[in-house]
Nanobody, 117 residues
Framework: QVHLVESGGGLVQPGGSLRLSCAAS????????MGWFRQAPGKQRELVAT???????NYADSVKARCTISRDNAKNTVYLQMSSLKPEDTAVYYC???????????WGQGTQVTVSS
């Protein structure tokens, strides 16, 4: 059973920065895609950013200039560095991983990010 441990959420003022971390464990398979999605109140869950085991990245247009996703394959950990945060970035951020070769998807419990003065 894959276990995802998220950390780094919290309250930050507009213009501030946060770094989210997610450590994955428990799989006998490799972690291919790792990333972050978010869900704001009353809205659908949406992509923030993903990164493959080969370090190919994909970002939502709304965060592309303000976020950097990275991963440490030795630690099976993915990071999301967010800067110039806006109130509209307020959401629950969910860690996501996909294992190969079975292509199973897993989600973390979510960590709250609130951008407010």
């Amino acid at each position: 059973q894959v276990h995802l441990v998220e950390s780094g959420g919290g309250l930050v003022q507009p213009g501030g920065s946060l770094r989210l971390s997610c450590a994955a464990s428990g799989s006998i398979f490799s972690f291919n895609v790792m990333g972050w999605f978010r869900q704001a109140p009353g809205k659908q869950r949406e992509l923030v950013a993903t990164i493959t085991s080969g370090s190919r990245t994909n970002y939502a247009d709304s965060v592309k200039a303000r976020c950097t996703i990275s991963r440490d394959n030795a630690k099976n950990t993915v990071y999301l560095q967010m800067s110039s945060l806006k109130p509209e970035d307020t959401a629950v951020y969910y860690c996501y991983v996909q294992t190969v070769p079975n292509y199973e998807n897993y989600w973390g419990q979510g960590t709250q990010v609130t951008v407010s003065s």
